[in-house]
């Protein structure tokens, strides 16, 4: 697609890392200095979300669920997509590439290939994988009424807030189908964003076995 990068498509999966600044590396690369979220292990997805920590105010607006559309636009454009590896104890990210991620956003609307999900009402969520990912009834059911439209989809039961554990989605209508732009799921503060995961039929179907309520962790991935 035109004025998108090629080192990554649809689907991908990032990790949000709140950044302090960046700086050059002696070979001319970019590397940012990680505020937070702490790791222990390295994420194993290569693509990274960059946030200015300064932007923190972001996060605990969306817990408190007062958050919209505008508000996410407006955090995402001051946000970069990037390429890379986690360095020095995890302490930077060394880029290998980085972009906007909001005009890469908006571009991709327009890409008809994603995959087509049913919403499974018995579990009150999606399969994408082996992993549910939950969506109550009532944002589903918003999802499938607004034209576009960004809120908190899910909070675990057991833990109670959205800080804790969540998911948010950011749909669009298109025709018959409801585009999944961008995914948050929170998992204590670490946040896996997902650029355009699927789309999904504005009708909800009956899922053959039921599973248990969802603690806290099952919906991130």
Same mark, same amino acid.
């Given at each position: 697609m035109a004025d998108t990068p090629e080192w990554i498509q649809p689907g991908a999966s990032a990790t949000l890392i709140w950044h302090n600044g960046a700086g050059q590396r002696p070979d001319?690369?970019?590397i940012y200095a990680v505020a937070g979220p702490a790791f222990e292990l390295a994420p194993r997805s290569p693509y990274f979300l960059l946030a200015p920590v300064e932007r923190g105010e972001f996060a605990g607006r969306l817990y408190r669920g007062? &958050?919209? !559309? *505008? $508000?996410?636009? &407006?955090? !995402? *454009? $001051?946000?970069?997509?990037?390429?890379?590896?986690l360095t020095d104890e995890m302490q930077f990210v060394s880029v290998r590439a980085e972009t906007p991620v909001l005009p890469v956003l908006e571009a991709w609307r327009a890409d008809p290939s994603r995959p087509v999900l049913p919403y499974l009402a018995d579990i009150n969520g999606f399969m994408p994988d082996e992993q549910p990912l939950y969506v109550t009834d009532d944002a589903y059911a918003a999802a499938v009424q607004s034209p576009e439209h960004f809120a908190t989809a899910w909070v675990c039961d057991e833990c109670g807030e959205a800080e804790d554990a969540g998911v948010f989605l950011w749909t669009v209508r298109r025709g018959d189908r409801i585009r999944v732009c961008f995914l948050i799921q929170n998992d204590a503060g670490l946040w896996t964003c997902q650029l355009h995961p699927f789309e999904f039929a504005a009708e909800a179907v009956s899922h053959p076995s039921p599973r248990p309520s969802p603690q806290r962790g099952e919906g991130a991935g």
């Open positions: 001319g690369g970019r007062q &958050a919209d !559309l *505008a $508000d996410l636009r &407006a955090f !995402l *454009a $001051d946000c970069v997509m990037a390429e890379g590896e």
